[in-house]
């Protein structure tokens, strides 16, 4: 199993910047994939950003540019730096670890944290 903890997001003028965490822990070994999702009010989830184990990463169109996934292997932290936040990327964010079962996978959440940005 793998539990994931988020960092606080915050409050955010639009243009500005935020970064935030998740750190992992439990049998990370297994882990193949990490990512962010967010979902904004009345929305569903969607995909913001994702990191293979191996190190291909993928964003949504709506970030591409702006927002860059990283992970440290050293402390098992996943981050997303947002740069040039707009008030639609108000949402919850929520930090995924694809856990490999060998002919399955399962997914673990974090908690999730709001962000919002105000014009």
């Known amino acids: 199993q793998v539990r994931l903890i988020e960092s606080e997001g915050g409050l955010v003028q639009a243009g500005g910047s935020l970064r935030l965490s998740c750190a992992a822990s439990?049998?990370?070994?297994?882990?193949?994939?990490m990512g962010w999702y967010r979902q904004g009010p009345g929305k569903q989830r969607d995909l913001v950003a994702h990191?293979?184990?191996?190190?291909?990463?993928d964003y949504a169109d709506s970030v591409r540019g702006r927002f860059t996934i990283s992970k440290d292997n050293t402390i098992n932290t996943l981050y997303l730096q947002m740069n040039n936040l707009k008030p639609e990327d108000t949402a919850i964010y929520y930090c995924l670890a694809e856990y490999d079962l060998g002919d399955a996978v399962s997914n673990y959440w974090g908690q999730g944290t709001q962000v919002t940005v105000s014009t």
């Open positions: 439990g049998n990370i070994a297994n882990v193949k994939g």
């Open positions: 990191i293979e184990r191996g190190g291909r990463i």
